[in-house]
């Protein structure tokens, strides 16, 4: 046979000629389908012995891949920040919580976030039988990640003030932890503080009070999401002259929305807060944004049946794939009116403002993961002869990055702290109209900072950065969109000139003498 010729030739390795040993041995009962095994396995081996040398050592060569360990232990800015800011009994406390954390988000919450990248969404628009069900189907994943969410508070944690002034300092460094590896639950939960931060502001009415407890809860049976319907046909941003839905009074002094929402989020969340126009006696409606109204509604009844809501299709995005994203009918979606009438735009400017907040957030934490992840490689990828870490020019490439989202880093926390003091009363004047400012910069700069950092740091790995496989390149799809989510450039541009106007230029000459 070929095998017995090549053993003849001296070409066998002592293992292969074991492993032919064996064969012949059993060779003397063999019934017909066990020959046809043994050849298959004989062809095998004579494919292995043809592959030239250097193919078979090439095959057994691979690149370490980047791991990080514990985010808060390895994070030695934002433990350094904490230490210098927090009173030492809360330093304590929370140092404790967030090395937990970290530990949790390494064996646990990682792990979800990628199967969440990996299980997008489906709508199920009918079932088996032609009923329309709208349905959209979200991984186990996903839903697991809602109640550690819960578990965790990390949305508690800004409305329960176990901190007085801190909590929400805490609670920022929680998320900035999770954003990065939560499979895009960071949108859902930027939406839910909002909301739960406009209730809030409007006092907790007592129609309001169960939606509150439910996006406040701890309890992941309790839990809610909410989104934020404001995207329509006409205009994102531009919701004075794109809000189209309106709003008809019934009887019991509830309402009733239609209309049309283009772009909503979290689409399989459980409450929203949404804009619309409300119907007069004579059938008109307002025009501009002093037509505009703000409204609560839940996304489902009690009998888990759609409020008279269809789902025409999921939006097929860039990034951000993990989260459903829908276009929505609204057909006499059952409504309350929860501001002023006429008065929405104002009323749901809180909301803005944390949503920019938790967009600053998701920012400087994917610029941190990627940087962390390039780092790490360099310790391990051989180029040139050395490690990239020897290679100057890469490092500086590296330092460079780091530079910048360590700005971009120190720039949330501030504005945290100054959020922690406004919701405290604990914030001066001055205090206030450098929040006002900040927030629009910061969203500003750092969307378009993050974008242009993962992208560098993606490069830092050459052609394996460009791999589906990696995981780099989600990190790089979804912080695409933080430019755009909250705000564009000229958008957010027009806000800072707005807190110029109104307080008459002081808001600068608060800034100049922070920075000084």
């Known amino acids: 046979s070929a095998t017995w010729k090549l053993w003849q030739s001296g070409c066998f390795l002592p293992c292969t000629w074991e492993r032919c040993q064996l064969l012949g041995h059993k060779g003397i009962s063999m019934t017909a389908w066990q020959g046809q095994q043994v050849a298959a396995q004989e062809k095998h081996l004579l494919e292995d012995l043809e592959m030239p040398l250097a193919r078979r050592e090439t095959e057994t060569l691979f690149q370490e891949q980047p791991e990080t360990g514990n985010q808060y232990l390895e994070d030695t800015l934002l433990r350094s920040y904490l230490k210098t800011h927090l009173p030492p009994k809360v330093l304590e406390e929370v140092n404790q919580d967030l090395e937990r954390f970290g530990?949790?988000?390494?064996?646990?919450?990682?792990?979800?976030?990628?199967?969440?990248?990996?299980?997008?969404?489906?709508?199920q628009q009918y079932d088996a039988w032609g009923q329309r069900v709208d349905r959209i189907l979200t991984c186990s994943a996903w839903r697991r990640i809602k109640e550690i969410a819960a578990e965790e508070g990390l949305i508690a944690e800004a409305y329960e003030r176990r901190y007085a002034n801190w909590s929400r300092l805490h609670q920022a460094a929680k998320l900035y932890l999770f954003s990065s590896c939560s499979g895009g639950f960071s949108c859902p939960l930027a939406m839910t503080d909002g909301a739960a931060k406009v209730i809030e502001s409007l006092g907790i009415p007592e129609s309001l009070k169960k939606a509150f407890d439910h996006l406040t809860s701890r309890d992941p049976k309790k839990f809610w999401t909410s989104g934020q319907w404001m995207t329509e046909r006409r205009g994102g941003s531009d919701v004075a002259n794109g809000t189209e839905t309106v709003a008809r009074k019934q009887p019991d002094g509830s309402y009733r929305l239609s209309g049309f929402k283009w772009f909503t989020s979290a689409a399989d969340s459980d409450m929203t807060l949404t804009l619309a126009r409300v119907v007069d006696a004579e059938g008109q409606v307002k025009q501009g944004s002093s037509g505009l109204s703000l409204f609560f509604l839940n996304v489902r009844d009690e009998e888990g049946k759609l409020n008279n809501i269809q789902v025409q299709r999921l939006k097929d995005k860039l990034g951000t794939r993990q989260m459903a994203t829908a276009e929505l009918w609204?057909?006499?979606?059952?409504?309350?009116?929860?501001?002023?009438?006429?008065?929405?735009?104002a009323s749901i400017s809180n909301m803005l403002n944390i949503t920019r907040i938790h967009n600053i957030i998701g920012a400087v934490s994917y610029m941190r993961r990627m940087i962390s992840l390039s780092r790490e490689y360099a310790r391990k990828r051989v180029a040139f002869g050395k490690l990239l870490k020897e290679h100057p020019l890469h490092m500086q490439t590296i330092a460079r990055l780091e530079v910048q989202t360590r700005g971009a880093f120190l720039l949330l926390m501030e504005i945290?702290?100054?959020?922690?003091?406004?919701?405290?009363?604990?914030?001066?004047?001055?205090?206030?109209?450098?929040l006002r400012l900040?927030?629009?910069?910061?969203?500003?700069?750092?969307?378009?900072?993050?974008?242009?950092?993962?992208?560098?740091?993606?490069?830092?790995?050459?052609?394996?950065?460009?791999?589906?496989?990696?995981?780099?390149?989600?990190?790089?799809?979804?912080?695409?969109?933080?430019?755009?989510?909250?705000?564009?450039?000229?958008?957010?541009?027009?806000?800072?000139?707005?807190?110029?106007?109104?307080?008459?230029?002081?808001?600068?000459?608060?800034?100049?003498?922070?920075?000084?």
């Open 330 to 345: 609204l057909n006499g979606a059952k409504a309350e009116l929860i501001s002023t009438e006429g008065r929405g735009v």
């Open 103 to 123: 530990n949790r988000l390494l064996t646990e919450i990682k792990p979800l976030g990628r199967e969440c990248e990996l299980n997008p969404p489906v709508f």
């Open 416 to 434: 945290s702290r100054l959020l922690g003091l406004a919701e405290t009363t604990m914030a001066s004047e001055e205090d206030q109209l450098l």
């Open 438 to 516: 900040l927030v629009p910069v910061a969203k500003l700069y750092t969307g378009k900072q993050a974008a242009a950092v993962v992208i560098e740091a993606m490069e830092s790995f050459g052609g394996q950065g460009y791999m589906e496989d990696t995981g780099l390149p989600v990190i790089v799809r979804d912080a695409l969109v933080l430019p755009i989510w909250e705000g564009t450039t000229n958008i957010l541009s027009l806000d800072v000139l707005r807190s110029l106007t109104k307080s008459q230029g002081r808001v600068m000459d608060v800034f100049f003498s922070t920075v000084q």
